[in-house]
């Protein structure tokens, strides 16, 4: 298994550009969430799906959009890009154990830098 | 509302040192899970460890060992002897029950671990 996947490691946007952060998981895992990480500072959550054709707001959800057409795939766009959002995205995926308790497994991140 | 807090922005040991990692939560749910992940220099999140709210027993894999006190809201993480492998940042987070995909993370505590 791959495990989480993210395209492209590396990005960089001119203020305004709109892009897609790719996010693949072959886990068959039902839930998948997207983070960004600035410096100095513990993720925040975004977006997060529990299935697919089911996706809801996270913490910081402004100028970000989702889509969960396959449980695969969980694709993350900038609509507009701002220099505010540079920072590392990483997606997640996780599937529920019995009990409840179950921990998200990481992609290696996207670097994103707007200028 | 969920918060973590992990008081210690960084820490520093020479190697063969026992060090503590602080985590205090709070929260509203009686039923949630902590978790600790590692983020070494290279940048991914590794998992390390999840813990039930209603499980207070306490773990210990290898050098690493974790207390939870449910009385104390606290999830301290122990590393027994530390390595030079050991410096990294690592990351206390909790999720609520039924919190799929969602997890509030704590701020990090960097750990640089000096032979």
């Known amino acids: 298994n791959a495990g989480v996947t993210q395209t492209p490691k590396f990005q960089v946007l001119k203020t305004g550009q709109s892009m897609t952060l790719q996010c693949a998981q072959d886990?068959?895992?039902?839930?998948m969430s997207w983070y960004r990480q600035d410096p100095g500072m513990g993720l925040r959550l975004i977006h997060y799906?529990?299935?697919?054709?089911?996706?809801d707001q996270g913490e910081v959800p402004n100028g970000y959009n989702v889509s969960r057409s396959t449980t695969e795939d969980f694709p993350l766009r900038l609509l507009s890009a701002a220099p505010s959002q540079t920072s590392v995205y990483f997606c997640?995926?996780?599937?529920?154990?019995?009990?409840?308790?179950?921990?998200?497994?990481f992609g290696p991140g996207t670097r994103l830098t707007v200028t | 509302a969920q918060k973590v807090t992990q008081a210690q922005t960084e820490i520093s040991v020479v190697e063969k040192e026992d060090v503590t990692l602080d985590c205090v939560y709070e929260?509203?749910?009686?039923?949630?899970?902590l978790f600790w992940y590692k983020q070494p220099p290279s940048g991914e999140l590794v998992f390390l460890i999840r813990?039930?709210?209603?499980?207070?027993q306490n773990e210990i894999s290898g050098r690493y060992s974790w207390n939870f006190q449910k009385s104390t809201s606290s999830f301290n993480f122990t590393i027994t002897a530390s390595q030079v492998v050991d410096s990294a940042v690592y990351f206390c987070?909790?999720?609520?029950?039924?919190?799929?995909?969602?997890?509030?993370f704590g701020d990090g505590t960097t750990l640089t671990v000096k032979p």
């Open positions: 987070a909790l999720r609520g029950f039924g919190g799929a995909g969602k997890s509030t």
């Open positions: 997640a995926s996780s599937s529920p154990r019995q009990g409840g308790s179950y921990e998200q497994y």
């Open positions: 886990m068959n895992h039902e839930y």
């Open positions: 813990r039930n709210s209603f499980d207070e």
């Open positions: 929260t509203r749910d009686t039923t949630y899970y």
């Open positions: 799906s529990v299935g697919a054709g089911i996706t």
